[in-house]
């Protein structure tokens, strides 16, 4: 049974789900009404201060897209707060320990997953791109003007990630340095390689149209290499997931067949220590899975 501290809490997770969503709605239809009757709400309203993250971090986030404000930060502390009082409340102080270490490792796997699906359309769009770049500056454009003016086609992807670019050419700042910035911030291999063309062009000289065409074809091989590659290893991505899958799925008919077979592990000492042995096992064998499945180029 939960108690009345347990369901005075359950009933503001419940009220900040239902809440969260109808403010966050009603942002953005303000934010469109604004932009409608062209109205500045950065003037009206400053611009919150994004929280340095951790190095390691850093990187992730930018790629994701996701900016850690004092005001995001503090209502997701409170939000895991709450919810590990529940959980310490309604099933004790293991299942709070849970919620602590899950909730993160949750928050951490969906940053990953967005970051991957943002990089890779941004990948995808990038030689378009970049041969935009190029016709714009063969009809009389700079390298500056180029950039800028190659994202009013571009995709939104690409204009979400190169659009700092630009605000900071039209503050005056050189294009190799401004990509640098940009390719420093994402640590993506493929923003490198076109801040590196062009930090390199500026300095020795040269056509940059010639790099920038070679540039994109080189992208497009690794795009295509890169999906030949997933299509190998799809069959042994299977193969690890069923293997992943094949103990656990044998445990619950074991247990579905006759319940007191676990009644071992659950009660006697010598039962705790193998089942927490084969709990360790069997996460090293899925990290291992993961690592072997993981495809890198």
């Not at 993160?104 to 699906?117: C, E, F, S, T, Y």
């Amino acid at each position: 049974m939960l108690s009345g501290a347990a369901f005075l809490i359950l009933s503001l997770l419940i009220l900040m789900g239902i809440g969260w969503p109808l403010l966050a709605r009603q942002a953005r239809q303000r934010a469109a009404i604004d932009r409608r009757l062209g109205l500045a709400p950065t003037a009206a309203m400053p611009r919150p201060a994004v929280l340095a993250a951790p190095d390691r971090m850093a990187p992730l986030l930018a790629q994701a897209q996701i900016e850690v404000t004092a005001r995001v930060l503090g209502m997701v502390g409170g939000g895991l707060l709450l919810i590990a009082l529940f959980a310490l409340l309604a099933a004790g102080p293991v299942a709070a320990l849970a919620v602590v270490a899950g909730v993160p490792m949750a928050l951490i796997g969906w940053v990953r997953r967005r970051a991957q699906r943002r990089v890779e359309a941004l990948i995808e769009a990038l030689p378009h791109y970049i041969d935009a770049v190029r016709q714009m500056q063969a009809v009389g454009n700079s390298l500056a003007q180029a950039l800028d003016r190659a994202l009013a086609d571009a995709p939104a992807v690409v204009r979400s990630y190169i659009a700092p670019v630009a605000r900071r050419l039209e503050l005056g700042a050189p294009v190799a340095d401004a990509m640098q910035v940009l390719a420093e911030r994402l640590r993506v291999p493929e923003i490198s390689m076109l801040a590196a063309a062009i930090r390199t062009n500026m300095r020795y000289g040269g056509s940059i149209s010639a790099v920038l065409l070679n540039l994109a074809n080189i992208l497009r091989e690794r795009i295509r290499i890169k999906r030949e590659l997933k299509a190998a290893i799809s069959e042994a991505k299977i193969s690890g997931r069923v293997l992943i899958v094949m103990p656990l799925v044998a445990m619950a008919v074991l247990v579905a067949m006759n319940p007191d077979y676990i009644g071992f592990f659950l009660r006697d000492p010598r039962g705790h220590r193998l089942a927490a042995i084969a709990l360790v096992l069997q996460g090293m064998g899925m990290l291992v899975m993961r690592r072997v499945m993981r495809l890198a180029f």
